[in-house]
């Protein structure tokens, strides 16, 4: 069992102000430089059409905009966070095109059904009421609409778990590294331990959205130890 993992909002928002200045260098150290490469890659497994209006949600400092803007020009990101400092990076990152809201996922300021393609990478499991932020979801989708969800994804396999722990390891030593304090990136590895499997996240989407966000399909990266979900909203 992973250790319980406190997840007060207000503290979670601070957190990331606090790191934004270093955060997307930090993503670039952990993950070898490999985050964005398998951003794009679940990018490109979702399939969005030519002209698509895209909601990003949790979009911390706006990667997914300017990966989709490069994959193609057509479609349009907004981008959704509740923190102004990784937002303040987002814009400045995507200077050209530039549309993020600074709001809460449980409460978006959006309609009913507003959205055919909404993705969400490394945000949900930041969340301490996860399935007011499904029903969240998938209120503000069209029917027939695609959601895709990229995180950690628990498994039991040997190979998983010692990626898992290398993981943590070179979190720890980049932390020391670049003289960053380690509590913040301390909660970052136990809410990725304490995470669900994909299985899981599955059957609990499928019971917040009362049945109607259900299962596309997924692709796994490094032996699963990471993983793409795609769900598609019923009619
Ligand atoms: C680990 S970052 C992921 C950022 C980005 N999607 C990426 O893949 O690099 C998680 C983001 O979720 C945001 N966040 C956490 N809880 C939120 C909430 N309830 N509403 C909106 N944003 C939230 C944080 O501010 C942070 O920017």
Redesign the pocket.
């Given at each position: 069992m992973g250790e319980k993992v406190d997840k007060n909002?207000e503290k979670?928002?601070l957190m990331?102000d606090e790191i934004s200045s270093y955060y997307d260098k930090m993503?670039d150290f952990i993950s070898f430089f490999t985050h964005k490469l398998i951003?794009k890659s679940a990018l490109i497994f979702l399939n969005i059409p030519k002209n698509s209006k895209v909601l990003d949600?949790?979009?911390?400092?706006g990667?997914?905009t300017k990966i989709i803007q490069k994959i193609d020009k057509s479609i349009t990101v907004v981008g959704?966070?509740?923190?102004k400092k990784?937002l303040e990076i987002a814009k400045k990152k995507n200077s050209e095109k530039s549309d993020f809201i600074l709001?809460?996922?449980?409460n978006m300021p959006f309609l009913d059904c507003e959205f055919d393609y909404i993705i969400?990478?490394?945000?949900l499991r930041?969340?301490e009421k996860r399935e007011l932020a499904i029903k969240e979801i998938s209120r503000v989708m069209k029917k027939g609409g695609y959601f895709l969800h990229l995180d950690f994804n628990k498994n039991n396999s040997i190979i998983s778990k010692i990626l898992s722990k290398i993981f943590n390891f070179t979190t720890f030593v980049f932390c020391k590294i670049l003289k960053i304090d380690f509590k913040n990136y301390d909660y970052l590895i136990k809410s990725k331990d304490d995470f669900l499997s994909a299985e899981s996240l599955i059957e609990e989407f499928k019971s917040a959205s009362s049945g109607k966000l259900e299962f596309y399909k997924k692709k796994g990266y490094f032996f699963n130890t990471v993983c793409a979900v795609v769900f598609k909203k019923s009619n």
């Open positions: 909002p979670i928002n990331f993503n951003k949600i949790f979009c911390g400092t990667d997914n959704l966070d509740n923190s990784m709001a809460n996922v449980l969400e990478t490394f945000g930041n969340v």
